[in-house]
Each structure stands twice: as structure tokens, then as C-alpha cells.
């Protein structure tokens, strides 16, 4: 069980009974780094600070077992190939098996260090975490590739923050930046006072067809998928009403979001961001996502003065190219406190 309460400035995470404080948007930063790794989640990389877990459906003696790349010897993972093997620990009794599918996959991430503490979050198709369905008539064959409400989940957050949360300028009034609320509205598929998001990509592939969708209507398709993903999640998340204190200590209302699911937290962040009017970008240098204060017009955007270090250093062409620049300056600093002395 899962548990965030949501400040100004900051979140409470409770992962089981461990509560750590979290910067803003931190389950939609983590959501999208741990979708990202999903490309050949089998396989792990030792300078990953984190660890993805694969759920072995024919170990020996038929017994499921969760491997990590910690694990004892016996159940370690094969890092070279397409097949996965576990040993019981004597000669000969190696079983292979072929590539697991996203059925056979569980997709646990032991967290690095937050706050002081250790968490372990799993996001886990075949239980809490099971991925939004979209009806058979409009899906078709389009989600019957391997991992692909993964892959789509990732898309969809990803768009989301990118569509809904980033400051845009007003068509007739640039100097105006549209709110959070306001784009989702425009992005949105729903026809007012109807609950069923998927109406109008239904009506659209009911009177053009199936292809015609895959070609003119595609993004229609998208965006439906989207919205259907973000009304699914935040539907997983339970609330309730609590008292919470800002930083001078004063009593404000505030809410208690639960959820089995911890990507159901991800999307509830982006829920938050829309009600509270909150602009949110993705660091151009690490890829996480926070919350983002004007100016709104600058040509790149990283979230720490250590993503900003090295994005001036990836732009200078790297960090001999900086020293040498640095040394120029001196000089040049030297140069003119002379002709003032002078």
C-alpha cells in the first residue's frame, strides 16, 4: 500500500510503514525512469541504481521465485543472450528458458536512498498495477505486441506532463501563458456532460473505419488512450480529508491520496498539478520531472544547479573545453584590472 500527502513545496511518501519526504512529481519522475528501463527488463546493468526484479515462472521444483540482481547465486540472471537461467547449485541442472513476456514479468525497483531511507516500489501488472484496457472493438490488434501498455503507459505520461503541465504561451495574448487546467481542456477527447471517454474515437472509427483511424485519426487514437490511462489511475486512488501544516505551522486542509498502485500515485500527481494550477516540465539533463517557476521562455530547462553544471558543461563541448574557457576569462579579468591600474 502506497500513501502520499501533497504540499506546496514538497510530498509525503508511504511506502507499507515507511514514510520519507519527496520533492514535487516525484512518483511521475520515478514512474518514468523505471517504464524506461522496460526495453529488455530481463536484463540488468550494475551501474543502475536500481534493481529490476524478473518473476521466473519455471524455476525448479515449478516454484515461482522473484530474482534481482542481488540475489543469491542460485537464482541469478543471465546477462548476455535472449534466455533467462537459474541453477539449483549442482552440475547439470541449469534450466533455460526463453525470453519472459510482460506476463512473467514482476516489476519490482529497489530504491536507492530518499530522505535516509530504503524503499523497495513494485509495479505489478499482474496485481494492483493491472493496465488500463481499452475496449476490443477499438483496440484491435494494436495492443497485442509484447509490453505494450508499458510502453504506452510511458507515452502517456510523458505526453501528459508534456501537454498539460508545460507553460504555453496564449495564441492572442503570448504574454499570457495558458494554465494547466486550460490545456488539458483544449487536449481533451471527452464530449462535455458524457463519461464515456472513448465516444468520440468511436464514432470516428465507426464511420471512416479502422484504417482511416491508423493513418488521419491516429493522434485521436492517442489522446484517447491517454485520458482513458488518467481517469483508470486516478480512479485506483482512495482519499480522504486531514489536516496538514505549512512551514509556519499553520493548520490547512489538505488530502490523503492510497492506492495498491503506485503508478495510480504518478498520475494523481498530474490530478494535483491541474487543481492547483501548478506548470511542471521534464529536466532536460536527468529527465525527472518537477515543479517549474518563471520565467517560462528559456530554451532549456533542468531542475537542480547540478543538471544545470552539466548541461553548461555538455554545451561548452565538455570539461576541457570549460577549463580552457575559464582560463580565458581569468586572463582577460587580469587584463583589464592592469589598464585600470594603468
Same mark, same amino acid.
Given at each position: 500500500m502506497y500513501s502520499l500527502v501533497i504540499y506546496d513545496d514538497r510530498e509525503s511518501l508511504t511506502v =507499507?510503514?515507511?514514510t520519507v519526504t519527496v520533492p514535487l512529481f516525484y512518483a511521475v519522475s520515478s514512474a518514468i525512469s523505471f517504464l524506461q528501463r522496460l526495453e529488455q527488463p530481463w536484463k540488468t546493468d550494475p551501474e543502475d541504481g536500481a534493481e529490476l526484479c524478473v518473476f521466473e515462472s519455471s524455476l525448479v521444483d515449478s516454484k515461482p521465485a522473484a530474482t534481482c540482481r542481488h540475489q543469491p547465486e542460485e537464482h541469478q540472471l543471465q546477462r548476455e543472450g535472449d534466455t533467462n537461467w537459474a541453477s539449483t547449485g549442482s552440475e547439470n541442472s541449469i534450466v533455460l528458458e526463453p525470453t519472459p513476456t510482460s506476463g512473467q514479468i514482476l516489476m519490482g525497483w529497489v530504491f536507492g536512498e530518499a530522505d535516509g531511507a530504503n524503499f523497495t516500489i513494485t509495479i505489478d501488472y499482474q496485481g494492483a498495477d493491472q493496465?488500463? $484496457?481499452m475496449p476490443p472493438e477499438l483496440a484491435r490488434n494494436r495492443t /497485442?505486441?509484447?509490453?505494450?501498455h508499458s510502453d504506452a503507459?510511458?507515452?502517456s505520461l510523458l505526453t501528459a506532463v508534456e501537454n498539460w503541465l508545460v507553460p504555453q504561451a496564449a495564441e492572442f495574448r503570448p504574454h499570457i501563458f495558458l494554465r494547466p487546467i486550460d490545456r488539458f481542456k483544449a487536449d481533451s477527447v471527452q464530449i462535455p456532460? /458524457?463519461? /464515456?471517454i472513448h465516444r468520440r474515437l468511436a464514432a470516428i472509427q465507426a464511420e471512416y473505419g479502422f484504417e482511416a483511424v491508423d493513418g488521419e485519426f491516429y493522434p485521436l487514437w492517442l489522446k484517447t488512450y491517454r485520458e482513458a490511462t488518467f481517469h483508470y489511475r486516478t480512479a485506483a486512488a482512495g482519499t480522504q480529508m486531514m489536516l496538514t501544516s505549512d512551514g509556519r505551522g499553520h493548520k490547512q486542509p489538505g488530502l490523503l491520496y492510497r492506492s495498491e498502485s503506485f503508478l495510480a500515485l504518478a498520475w494523481i500527481e498530474i490530478l494535483w498539478a491541474l487543481d492547483h494550477h501548478t506548470f511542471a516540465q521534464q529536466c532536460k539533463t536527468c529527465g525527472s520531472v518537477f515543479r517549474? $517557476? =518563471?520565467p517560462y521562455r528559456r530554451s532549456s530547462y533542468q531542475c537542480s544547479p547540478t543538471c544545470r553544471r552539466l548541461h553548461r558543461l555538455e554545451r561548452m563541448g565538455g570539461r576541457e573545453q570549460q577549463r580552457a574557457y575559464n582560463r580565458e576569462r581569468k586572463r582577460q579579468s587580469r587584463a583589464r584590472q592592469r589598464q585600470q591600474q594603468d
Open positions: =507499507g510503514e515507511q493496465p488500463y $484496457q /497485442d505486441k509484447p509490453f505494450f503507459e510511458l507515452t456532460d /458524457d463519461p /464515456d517549474l $517557476q =518563471g
